[in-house]
Every structure is written in C-alpha cells, then in structure tokens.
C-alpha cells in the first residue's frame, strides 16, 4: 500500500489559538437566564463559581483566542493526535467512501477531555484558586479534570454518578491515582445531594448540582465543567484546526463531519473550525451528529429554557432538553446521558448546519466491533455512536458510488468500557428504550421561563 | 519552555530492517536442547509449532532481516511511537539528568507486544496456518495476538493463566472483542492442564505447556510466544531503532539504557540496536535490566539449561532460572512473573554487558505515582520496575552533579492494572517475598542437562 494510514504533524504544529465560532453564528447569541430572576445572567452570576478568565471566554465575540504557554506545554505531552486513514475499514465495506478520523485516545485520560481539563485548570490557578470540584458520568472527564489539576498542583474533589461509581472502580482509582478525591454521588456532603437521596445510582444532573453547590459555598474552590459551555468547546477546536491540518496532508477535504454528541464538546471542537469555513461560505460540509436513542435530545428534545442540572442551581440556557430531571435509562455511552446540549451545538441543530440522528446501543456496538476487528483501535462507547453513523454514510456512499470524503472524531478509547463489549458479545447488552412519556413529564417540570423565539 | 517535549517521527521512519543481535554476540552461541536427548535441537524439533520462516530468524546470522511490506503496513497503525524528553519528572526531581522515555503504550493493545504478534501472525500465515494458540499471564501478550490475528484472519486461542483470567475479566474481553477463544489454564482441555489440575490458580509455564500441546498435535495449528526466543527479541528491536533517530533529534546520547525484564522482549528491543555499538566499539552505553525482587530471575537465578514451560514440552535453553516449575509470588507485574528469562539477554548480563537490579512491589508502585503526577501517562506495573530504576540513576546523577543522560523504555500503559494502584492507594499492597527455598527445591528438579562452561 502506498497511501499514508497515519498523518503526523510535529509538535510545533500545536494551534496557537482556540478557534471561536459565536462571532460567525447566524442571529444574536441568546443569554443564559439567572434562575432566581429569569433575566439575562451576568458576569456576576458565575463569578462565585468560575474564574473571571473563563468567563470571560464564554462570551467573547473574539473571532480567535490565544492558548496560553504553559497550557500549549501540557498539550505538548499528547498532541497533536493522530489522523488515520482507514484503508482497512473502507476495505471491509467495500465502499468508495474515504474515510478518516482523529483520535483523540492518546491523551494520558483516554479522551478529549484533557483539552479543556487542562486549561480550566490553568486559568484557576492563574486566578488563585486552590481547589476544584467537579461531577462525572462514565469517568472520562473526572480523569482528565484530576490529571490537569495534578499538573498545576490543584486540589479535586470529583462527585462520580453513583452507577459509575460502583460499576467503574477502575475509573475511580485512576482519579485517585491522579491525586483526586473522588465522591459517591448522591451524597450526603451537600443539601442537594440529601434531597435527592432517593435517587441511589444517581445522575449527571444531581452531581452537577452537589459540586455547583461545593464551588459556590467555598472560598478558593471553583466548579468545573466538562461539557455543554461556550469555554469548553472553545477548549476543544484544537482537535478540528489540527484536523484541518491533517487533511491538507491527505491532500483530501471533507464532504461530511461527523462526531457524537452528549454535552457537545467533542463535536464541537472537531465541527467548529471545519464549520467556521461553511458559515462564510468557503465550504459546503455537512455534519452529522450522533446520539443515542436512549437519550435523543437533538432528535426529540423541546428547544427551550432549561436549567443544566437536577435541582436547578445553574443559570438556565437556551437547548434541546428532555428536561433538567430527566433520568436517561442507563445505557454503556455514559458521556451521552445528558438531558441538553451545548447551546452552541443545539442552535447549529435548529438553524438546519448540523444533522442529528440517533443510534440505539447493540447497533453500536456492532460498528464498534466491526471498527475494532479492522483499524485494531477498540473505541469508546460514545465514539462508537459516530462510527455507527459513518458505516451508514460509507453504505449510502457505495449505492450511489461516489468517493465522499467522511471525517469523524474518535474521541476516546475502550479501555474502562469492557465490561459493555463483554455484555454486547455475551448476546446480554440491554437495549433500552427512551421513554416519551417520562420525557413529558420532565418537560412538565421545566422552569417558567421565556420561550424561544 | 523552549526544549521540546515529544520526538515524533513520521510514517516513512519505521524501520525497514530488524536488527539481529546474535551475529555480534561475544563467543559461540549456546544452542537449544532436544527435551528428549539433550542434543542440540534442530529446525526438526521445531516446525510442529513453527513456521519455517520464523525458525530461520530465531538462528539467522544475518546482522539485517527485513521487515514484510505487510506486516509495516500493520505497524503504521501506531508507529513510529513517541519518545518523550520527561521535562517534569526531572524538575520534581531536582536533578541535572537528563530522561527520555520511548512510549509504547500507544499501540491498540496498549504495550509493545503487537511488534512481534503482527510479525509472527504474518508468517504463519504465509506459510498457511489457520489457527495460533498462545498463552498469557497479565494479559498484553494474549491481547496482541489477538489483535493480530483478528489483522491477518486468523484463528486464535489464548490460555489464560487462572489467576489473571479471574481477576482481569477485561483483560479477558478484549481478546474476546479482537475475536479470540480465551480459555482459562489450567484447563480440561489439554493432558498438560489435566496433569497440573491442583494448581488451580495456574501459572504462566502450565499456559505455556498447554498451548504448546495443542499447537503440537493439531494440522494447521501453530504456536506463538511473546518473549524470550530470540525471534520475538528481533521483531521488538523497531522500537531501539526508532529511539535512535529519535535521541538524534533531541541532539543527546543515552549514558545508559533502562527496561524491565520478565522474558526479556521489551527490553531487548530497546537495547540491542545499542548494545550492537557497545559490542563493536562505537558507544560505551549501559545497559540495566529492572525485575521483581518476587521474582528475580537475573540477579538470584542459577545460570543453567532449563525447559520454557512447567511440563517440559519446550526445548531446553540456556539461561538464568529459578526453576521451570517454581511458582513466582503474585505480584501485580504478570508480565515480569517467569521463572527464566530470553538466552540472549541472560547471555548478556553474563558476560557483565547488562547490569541486572531487582525491586519490591511497593517501590515500584510508589515510582509509577510519581511520574503519573508528573509525567501524566500511568504506567503499566512492568515498566514501573524500570522507571524505580530511573528514579535511582536520576539521584545517583544527582549527587555526583552528572548531567547523565537516561534513556528507558515505557512499554505499557496501566488501564487494566488499576487495581493494583487501587490496593497501593489503600496501603494494601502485598511486598511477597522471593524464598530462596522454593527455588532450591525448584534447582532440584532441574532436567539433567548438560552444564553452560
């Protein structure tokens, strides 16, 4: 084979800058609410919890924003990540489709979180902050949160959804290992975690509420997302600027971006740069965002109001929802049970730019299988959810015999996931299904907030 | 910081050529040993586990054997590899040393067992085997070829080592999620488990026994090993010869070159393509081998002919043993648990070329948590040997106000070991003790070989 598989660039090729897309969007950006008030939230409103630094990246019409050094330095350990051409893949489906993909599992954490981990974690401790508190669903973005607060020499207090917890030690010790503290979620060390105490596994929504409210109450403790906020997809485009890069190598462009999305973090920092170019008219991409059908926000969510945790402690933002109290059923994809959506992601959605769909948990696993047994990387379950959307675009590509170009983010590696793949090839993986009845009733309970225009 | 972090050679820089030690070795090498007549073995003895070609490259001569066009393609999946210069680590440790590591954990399998389980999966299947069937303790040899096997459509058994089997069920799964049978050793399946029945927990020399019995009785079934044959040296030394070009780049010269050792293949790999300057004058490296003071083949083990499995199926080879049926304690470094270790490596530190130092577990741990906090990558418990070793030359370098240049060979990642690191966290780490009279006892029923002059 003469054709490269892998495209390498050097680390001085590391972006220099985020790339910002809120200056490109069509319309005015709509604000977060304040809870208490309903009315536009300000500065004010996060400072308790964020530093003023990212706060400020959060709604910065700023068409580029600098990395700074020392957070380049810590990207210097992993990136830039590699992107592969998958001859073997496009082989076994015997399509004319080309297809590649950057893989984000070279990071220390096994994903993108570190991205954004790490500069959060360097603008609190720029601020003085001493600790950082934060909540995680399958472990990714707890890992990646105590491996850059390790670092800087952060203190991390992780509240860890009670499922997770139990079923993921292995995810736990590596926080630990990393020096974080890890919590069982729902618990009794705040008031939102004693009233939610009925709910023993726990959600994404009840967490988020115990470390908002750990980060507000305590002097020198900030909160940290991973997910969702403008900062943090922000955080991640150094995974499209570098994918960018990379397909000028491979001398190819892409005809279509495709990524899973839970909070939207990782599709955005794959989408945005390649985005930024069709929002100008330089380029016409299409995206394709995959979820799952246990929890299809983008596909059957209402676009409304909507508080970002359980209790409702956080500003409320505009998204699709199943409702801040919705519990999705407990499928393997962890990282994509969340009941909104990065506003950013969600407003893409609404505008026609980016196309959901929604994949239920064996066929993806089946892709992932597939995927694994060819380009020998055993992905995660939330990336398995695009790879699933890739073999479809690859078949579609092969009925009309057309060599479309298809680029996906592979967000995240198997590793901690084994005992899903062991369930899946045991014939013994659940296969839940969403509940529209549960979901209305979610929506039911949505806070009296302005509709969107 | 100015100085760069990570080498990163592109695609076209995997060697061409494995680089063959043997025709360098000082003094005649010591042949193999029919178990039957204590002659030297033959090709005879080995083609019913071995293709022809693999024979050839175990006694080849040859200084240069290429490398199949294939089984490159393969290894383009994840190499070249990266070589870090560990910035961090040095500065935590206030030390005028210089330290490098190679990183092969980034191979899909997650240590560099995958060079030589693609090398050797090709070559059966040039010479038209259906099926491997191999062994595994910690379970990275087992992974490997499984992923190879799944690369190259063949077949694949794996006999796993009881103990492991029942405490890493994902190591278990992986092999599954690449298409392998995994079967718990010892097992009912074979006249080499059923003789071994009371060692419920199984060692790495019963797995051996049995895979080999089967490779043995079955057409178109062969065998695979993961360390120790001086084949499996050769195909690892990829991973020396990157260094190289990647120690140019960074404008240093390794004072000395660290590894663990358990067969002897990731260390071997590292540090032949140096020790071939060292042998012919060019460099004055050293060399140091790291093992579990559980299990310390090199710096305790009688220099003798001794069998590679428990039952005696395998020829006989010369090297340091504890005794082809002594039990090593379980220490969380499955890989390093072998009662002997690669002739040629023994050979090698025979000859006071290869400085062999044995360390406890809890030491060893205590290392791998520093360079995780520091260096982000957690390290598998193999490596953590080598890098204990690292942490003594650093402060040796130190004291003596040397700006040493340290170079070792990361070859593993830690995901599947976490708990592990979970019981090191907790203090609840066992340090077992090596006993000198469980070796003895083992010397006792040492074959009656002829002795090494």
């Known amino acids: 084979m003469t054709a490269a598989t892998k495209f390498t660039l050097t680390e001085d090729r590391i972006p220099t800058h985020w790339v910002n897309l809120l200056p490109d969007l069509p319309g005015e950006p709509l604000p977060p609410l304040n809870p ?107 890992s990646a949160l105590a491996l850059a607060c390790s670092l800087f020499g952060l203190e991390c207090v992780v509240y860890m959804v009670g499922a997770s917890y139990d079923q993921k030690p292995y995810r736990r010790a590596m926080m630990e290992s990393w020096g974080a503290s890890v919590i069982r979620s729902p618990s009794d060390t705040t008031e939102s975690g004693r009233s939610q105490a009925e709910h023993t596994t726990g959600s994404l929504g009840i967490a988020i509420s115990e470390a908002v409210e750990v980060a507000a109450g305590n002097e020198g403790t900030n909160y940290a997302l991973g997910s969702v906020l403008n900062h943090v997809c922000l955080h991640q485009t150094v995974i499209g600027q570098e994918a960018m890069a990379q397909m000028e190598m491979a001398g190819d462009e892409p005809d279509v971006v495709v990524g899973c999305v839970g909070g939207g973090s990782n599709f955005a920092g794959m989408a945005f740069p390649f985005l930024r170019r069709v929002l100008r008219g330089d380029a016409k991409t299409r995206f394709v965002a995959a979820e799952p059908a246990a929890c299809p926000t983008l596909t059957r969510g209402a676009y409304r109001y909507d508080f970002g945790d359980t209790v409702g402690l956080t500003p409320l933002m505009p998204m699709y929802t199943l409702g801040h109290d919705f519990v999705p059923p407990p499928v393997h994809a962890g990282g994509l049970r969340y009941h909104g959506d990065s506003p950013m992601v969600c407003g893409l959605v609404k505008a026609g730019l980016i196309e959901p769909r929604a994949y239920r948990q064996n066929e993806t696993f089946e892709a992932a299988i597939r995927f694994a047994r060819t380009e020998a990387i055993l992905p995660a379950p939330e990336p398995a959810h695009a790879i699933r959307a890739v073999l479809d675009e690859a078949e579609e590509a092969k009925q009309a015999g057309e060599a479309r170009v298809i680029l996906f983010n592979l967000c995240g590696h198997g590793h901690f996931d084994m005992s899903a793949y062991d369930a899946y090839l045991a014939g013994k993986l659940e296969d839940p299904e969403f509940s529209e009845a549960d979901m209305e009733a979610a929506l039911e309970r949505l806070p009296d907030a302005p509709a969107i225009a």
Not at 49 to 67: A, D, N, R, Y
């Open 36 to 142: 208490g008030t309903m009315q536009p939230a300000g500065p004010d409103d996060l400072t308790p919890i964020f530093p003023m630094e990212l706060i400020g990246q959060e709604v910065s019409m700023e068409h580029e924003v600098e990395i700074p050094e020392p957070v380049r330095d810590v990207y210097r350990l992993w990136r830039p990540t590699p992107l592969y051409r998958a001859h073997r893949l496009e082989r076994l489906l015997d399509t004319p489709a080309r297809i590649y993909y950057k893989y984000e599992g070279v990071s220390p954490a096994g994903s993108h979180k570190p991205n954004s981990a790490v500069a959060q974690a360097y603008a609190n401790k720029e601020a003085g902050i001493e600790r950082l508190v934060t909540e995680t669903g399958a472990g990714q973005w707890g």
